[in-house]
């Protein structure tokens, strides 16, 4: 009796101990164990950062795939936006991380790209999404940004153009124009975009595409500054030559958070008119 107490109590303490020192002996903690209920925080301010691409036992989206989006954004989101058993929908999945993300925090979920990369995401250009009008609770997007990144040879990639050519802005509109026709109104969308500084030339894609997307009548809920993270310039060489040449690497992206209006404007009221700056001189 005495014997099964004293190692009863044993046993609690090495429980205890596990991952703290024992002793001097570390006992690590088991790895299933570490990430079991790993969530990332609910962010309360309009600066996001988090260290890792993923979270949890799962990998959401596939880490080595380059322009990958960091899961803890879509998971702010869904919480936020949708509720359990809601329709998200990503026009432009890539590696999978919104379907990943979606499927464990029991959301349905819809991933379309012009070349998956996941084995639950359908082939599909985005520019015309094959859903029915005002049928999705929340559409999350991270297009790209310009052609800096090869993401395939398909011809339909808007990867290829150059984000200072007008074009980039006019093609991710209509993609644009799909997502306010499958959301439901009062629905919202996030859409992840970074600015360029290419060959001595800032363009500020972030600023472009909120402009557009008033333009499409969507409605700003607000604008997140998320912190860049394991990119590839986030070298010795490159912090070396953005000082030696007096440039800067880019530091943030943009979350520009739009909802579609509750109630529809007539379509002539809808697009927002461009300011003329020239008024103002
Ligand atoms: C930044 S990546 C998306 C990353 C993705 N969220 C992930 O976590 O893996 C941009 C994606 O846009 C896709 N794309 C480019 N043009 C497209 C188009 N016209 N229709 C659908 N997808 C397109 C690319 O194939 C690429 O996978």
Not at 63 to 84: C, D, E, H, L
Request: aromatic share 10%; net charge positive; glycine share 8%.
């Amino acid at each position: 009796m005495v014997k099964n107490q004293k190692s009863d109590k044993k046993a609690k303490q090495t429980k205890l101990n596990i991952g703290v020192k024992a002793g001097k002996k570390k006992i690590p903690v088991p790895p299933n164990l570490r990430k079991q209920d790993e969530k990332p925080p609910l962010v309360t301010t309009t600066l996001w950062d988090y260290p890792k691409q993923s979270y949890g036992i799962s990998p959401k989206g596939n880490n080595k795939f380059q322009g990958v989006t960091p899961a803890f954004i879509i998971w702010n989101m869904v919480q936020r936006y949708t509720k359990p058993g809601d329709l998200v929908v990503d026009p432009m999945a890539g590696s999978g991380t919104t379907v990943d993300v979606c499927e464990e925090e029991n959301r349905k979920v819809i991933g379309y790209d012009i070349n998956p990369q996941h084995p639950k995401i359908k082939k599909n250009d985005a520019r015309k999404i094959p859903l029915k009008d005002k049928s999705v609770d929340m559409v999350f997007i991270d297009s790209p940004y310009g052609d800096n990144v090869k993401y395939s040879d398909e011809p339909g990639d808007i990867g290829k153009i150059s984000a200072e050519d007008e074009k980039f802005y006019n093609e991710l509109g209509k993609v644009a124009e799909e997502i306010y026709r499958i959301l439901k109104p009062g629905k919202v969308v996030g859409w992840l975009i970074g600015d360029q500084w290419v060959k001595k030339k800032f363009t500020p894609v972030g600023f472009k595409i909120y402009e557009m997307l008033e333009s499409k009548g969507l409605e700003p809920v607000d604008l997140v500054c998320i912190a860049r993270r394991g990119q590839s310039s986030n070298t010795g060489i490159w912090h070396y030559r953005a000082r030696k040449f007096n440039f800067y690497l880019r530091g943030f992206k943009y979350l520009h958070i739009f909802r579609k209006p509750e109630s529809e404007k007539p379509k002539r009221q809808q697009a927002r008119k461009k300011v003329k700056w020239a008024k103002y001189k």
